[in-house]
C-alpha cells in the first residue's frame, strides 16, 4: 500500500509539472517548453527551501516553549522518539477552529502546529492521535511533496490567467505560428482545474497513508478516529480564514462547511467516513492478534512473541 501511493504521487507531481511545460510550449514553441520545466524546477526549490515559513505565516501561528506548553512538547517529544525521528519545533496558532499541520522541508527542519481549538475541544488521547498523524507526514516526506504540489498548482493558475488575458486580446492570428486566441481560452480553463484536481489527488492520497503510520506510531487508532470524528463535525461550525491553496496542510479541510455537496475529486481529504473506517479496521486487526496471543499455551506464546 504504502509503495503505491508513493508511486501514485510522484505520478501525479510529475502531471502537474507537465502542465507547465505544456503551457510553456503553447505559448513559446519548444523554447517556452523549456522555460516551463525551469519555472516548475525554480517554484520546487522555492517549496523546498521556505514552506514551513509559508505554512506557519498563513495560519497565524507562533512557535512556544517547554515553559509555555509543558504538556504539548512532552506529546510531541514521546512522539518522535516512538517515529525515530528528531523533535520537531512546536506551534500554537490562535484559530478557535480544532485542528493542525505539520511543515518543513524534511524531518531535520520540520515543524507541528496545533490551534487553539484543538487543545480546547479535544481530550489529550485525542490530541496525541493528532499529533502521531503529524508526524507521519513527516516521516512520509508528505510537507514537501503538498508544498511543491500546491506552488506549482498556484503558478499554473497564474498563468492561466496570463493566458485568458491573451486569448480576450487576440492571440495569435491564422497567420502566425503562435496560439490562437480560442486555444488560449481553452487552456485558461483547462489548466487550473487539472492541476487543481491533481493537487487534491496528491492531498488524499498521502492523508490516508499518514493516518495509517500515524496509528503504528502512536499504537491507539481509535485516539485518532476519534478525534478525526471529532474535527470534521466542530470544523465545520468554525472554517478557518486562511488561503484555499493551503487547504491540503491541515489534518481536516479547514474550509469544508458544505462538503457533501461536492464531488469527492473536489475534496483536498479523503472523505471521513472512509478515513475512520480504515482507522477502526486497523484497531480491529490489532484486537484479533492480542486476542489470539492471549488464548496460545504459555510456550506458544512465547514462541509467537519471540
Known sequence: MAMRNTIKTAVLLASIGGLFVLLGMLFGGPVGAVLGLAIAFAITGASYWFSDKIAVRAAGAREVTTQEAPELHAMVEELAQRSGLPKPRVHISPSPQPNAFATGRNPSHSAVAVTEGLLRECPPHEVRGVLAHEMAHIRNRDILIGSVAAAIATAISFLANMAMFAGLFGGSSDDDDGPSGATLLLMAII????????????????????????????????????????????????????????????????????????????????????????????????????????????????????
Open 191 to 306: 489548466a487550473p482545474v487539472a492541476a487543481g484536481l491533481l493537487q487534491m489527488a496528491v492531498s488524499r492520497s498521502r492523508e490516508f497513508e499518514a493516518d495509517r503510520v500515524g496509528a503504528q506510531i502512536s499504537g491507539d487508532p481509535l485516539a485518532l478516529a476519534s478525534a478525526l470524528r471529532r474535527l470534521d463535525q466542530l470544523s465545520r461550525r468554525t472554517p478557518m480564514d486562511i488561503a484555499p491553496a493551503q487547504a491540503s496542510a491541515w489534518i481536516v479541510n479547514p474550509l469544508t462547511g458544505r462538503r457533501k455537496d461536492m464531488a469527492r475529486l473536489f475534496m483536498t481529504h479523503p472523505p471521513m467516513e472512509d478515513r475512520i473506517a480504515r482507522l477502526e479496521a486497523v484497531a480491529a486487526v490489532d484486537r484479533s492478534s492480542v486476542d489470539e496471543r492471549a488464548q496460545l499455551p504459555p510456550t506458544q506464546t512465547s514462541s509467537a512473541l519471540g
